[in-house]
Structures are given as C-alpha cells and as structure tokens.
C-alpha cells in the first residue's frame, strides 16, 4: 500500500479536522441540555387542577 505524499492529519489539518469531529457531539450536547430543561420546565406551567386531574387519572 502506498502511503500519500502529503499525510492527512499534520500540524495545519489538526485543528480543522478536530473542530469538525467534534462539532456533531457538541450539537447533540447542546440539544440534550435544552430538551432537559424544556423537561424539567414543563411542570411549573401546569395549573393545580390540571396536576390534580393527572394525579387523579394516575389513581383510576
């Protein structure tokens, strides 16, 4: 197997193929951390009858 003239990965490629390497992961970070706190945010908009109604519906 010949190896290529110029080797893929050197001092210049380095931070650019890390960046898009990590780029994907940092995304899917992000999106987990506001789908989390859209979660956890959800039950302080509830009114009191409609978690008494959940809480009911749980019972039943």
């Known amino acids: 197997m010949r190896y290529p003239l110029v080797p893929l990965v050197n001092e210049l ?9 990590c780029l994907p ?8 951390i506001i789908w989390l706190q859209l979660l956890l945010n959800e039950g302080k908009f509830c009114s009191w009858s409609d978690k008494m109604l959940l809480y009911k519906g749980f019972i039943y």
Request: hydrophobic share 90%; glycine share 0%; proline share 6%.
């Open 25 to 32: 992961f940092v995304i899917l970070l992000i999106i987990m």
């Open 13 to 21: 490629t380095f931070p650019l193929l890390f960046f898009w390497f």
